[in-house]
């Protein structure tokens, strides 16, 4: 008996249509003469089935995506570009995680209880049958975890292809794209600065301007997973600012591993980047500096102040100092003693009158005597930093320190409350109380009460809910304090004064959707390529095709479809 034509493997929808085959529309105009016979149809369930694919089929770019992002700014950032790039191909972004097809865990491998609510999240995930992807510094640090083992995942200079993973993961392949970005073997900086995203805050952008760091740190796990510093180079980043500024941007925060390092490795240095950004800034609009460590900025000390005193820079600089004991800090191999730390403080305190210094302690690192923490104590007594982020030491996976001989877990816990308890000693806004301040507006508070604002140190302002004054600069009369924030009355006859910048992007907006990029996001990718293993019961042989094309196959089979089912 003759094989039926069914018994040939097909390999696209292309193998059964050929020049001389009659299109759907032929057949359509050849049958003029039918007069089709009208059939009452159920409207819900005929949208129902408009709505969903048919069960067998997996059409790209339809989906709900469900993002949840730990840990710092840079991987915030991280976030919001990858949330940009699914929403411009067609992806549906969605706050309800139990509504999502797909859930993006984005994490945090700096302490314990981060990756603790990472691998908690995929457990979730995998109980209720969700399609998973895994981004951050986790699984870019530790990728062998028996936990990652089957899932996607997008490295940390990957996320401009978060596309074509999420693509594949749709079909039931599990993905791995963990590569370094370099050009002529020099690594980059990691994914383009001009890709959609969706700022979680519509007037703030966050803008990373080097990944990775110089420091070799023994507690760090967060060095292994961005590796040694790649900057941006300056003009790039100074179109991102301007992007944002068009798009409504009051308030630009700078970010990275270590923002004091920035263009060490390209010729360059971050007084340098400041200066060309502060011309780009429009008047009303702020730029906030990120993080950096005592040694970089020990020799800019004199550009340092003068460009915090910039009126359009925040009077603010995060510097961790982590111990003040120069043994732990040997130990840490921080780089720096505990009198370079302080020459940075009391250099900018003296320069920059009022200048907010926040910093991080870690307690309990391997090593660490009664007299050290004692040390620690006396430093944060004698500064009062305003705010201050104490972390119990955590040893983490393949770090030195994890190695070390470890502080018994209940001294560790004392003396994390011990300096909880030194902290919360002070109040470092009861002095403000009936001065004049012009505060920033950006956001809503927790409590949904205020909106919250920042002066010109960056310390919190609360100001009532008026929807004139968001985005914008007010002027405010400072009638209480708490512990962290002040609470502002708004000065009756103030002007409020608005940014001479563009109305904001609405909050889910996708920004910079250019045409460079639309025409991009339709060529295969140039980088290397994606590794795959096909789910059990799903096709193997398609995972290395350029993922952008499937889509039009799909649209093709299901317009077919629609004919043959229409009109046979």
Known sequence: MPSASCDTLLDDIEDIVSQQ?????????????????????N???????????????????????????WGCSHNNSDGEYMAGQLAAYGYKITENASDADLWLLNSCTVKNPAEDHFRNSIKRAQEENKKIVLAGCVPQAQPRQDYLQGL????????????????????????????????????????????????????????????????????????????????YPIAELVDRAKQSFQEGVCEIWLT?????????????????????????????????LGMTNPPYILEHLEEMAKILN??????????PVQSASDTVLMEMKREYCVADFRRVVDFLK?????????????????????QDFQDTVTLVEEYKFPSLFINQFYPRPGTPAAKMEQVPAHVKKQRTKDLSRVFHSYRPYDHKIGERQQVLVTEESFDSKFYVAHNRFYEQVLVPKNPMFMGKMVEVDIYESGKHFMKGQPVADAKVYTPSIS??????????????????????????????????????????????????????????????????
């Not at 085959?21 to 149809?41: G, L, M, W």
């Not at 370094?180 to 703030?204: C, E, H, S, T, V």
């Open 43 to 69: 409207t819900q369930k005929h949208l129902r089935e408009e709505d969903s694919p048919p069960s067998d089929s997996t059409i790209p770019g339809i989906q709900k995506i469900w993002i949840r992002t």
């Open 310 to 319: 910039h009126p359009r820079v925040y009077a603010f600089l995060h510097i």
């Open 350 to 370: 003296e320069k920059v009158p009022g200048i907010t210094i926040v910093t991080d302690i870690i307690c309990g690192f391997p090593g660490e005597t009664d």
């Open 21 to 41: 085959d009659s299109k759907p529309q032929d057949r359509h105009f050849a049958r003029k003469h039918i007069v089709p016979k009208v059939r009452r149809r």
């Open 152 to 231: 996607s995942v997008i490295g940390v200079q990957q996320i401009d292809r978060v596309v074509e993973v999420v693509e594949e993961t749709m079909k039931g392949h599990s993905v791995r794209l963990l590569g370094q970005k370099k050009d002529n073997g020099k690594r980059l900086g990691g994914a383009p600065l001009d890709l959609p995203k969706i700022r979680k805050n519509p007037l703030i952008e966050i803008i990373s301007i080097n990944t990775g760091c110089l420091n070799a740190c023994t507690y760090c796990k967060t060095k292994h997973a961005r590796g040694n510093l790649a900057s």
């Open 503 to 568: 109305k904001p992007l609405a909050k889910g907006e996708v920004s910079g959707l250019t045409e460079e990029f639309r025409s991009r996001r339709g060529s295969p990718p140039s980088s290397a390529p994606l590794t795959s293993a096909a789910h059990p019961g799903g096709p193997s042989s398609r995972a290395a095709r350029p993922l952008l094309v499937p889509a039009g196959l799909a649209l093709l089979a299901l317009l077919l479809a629609f004919f043959v089912k229409v009109y046979n």
């Open 256 to 288: 990275s591993e270590d923002t004091g390092a920035y263009g060490r490795d390209i010729g360059t240095d971050l007084p340098a980047l400041l200066w060309k950004l502060v011309e780009v800034i429009p008047e009303g609009a702020m730029l906030r």
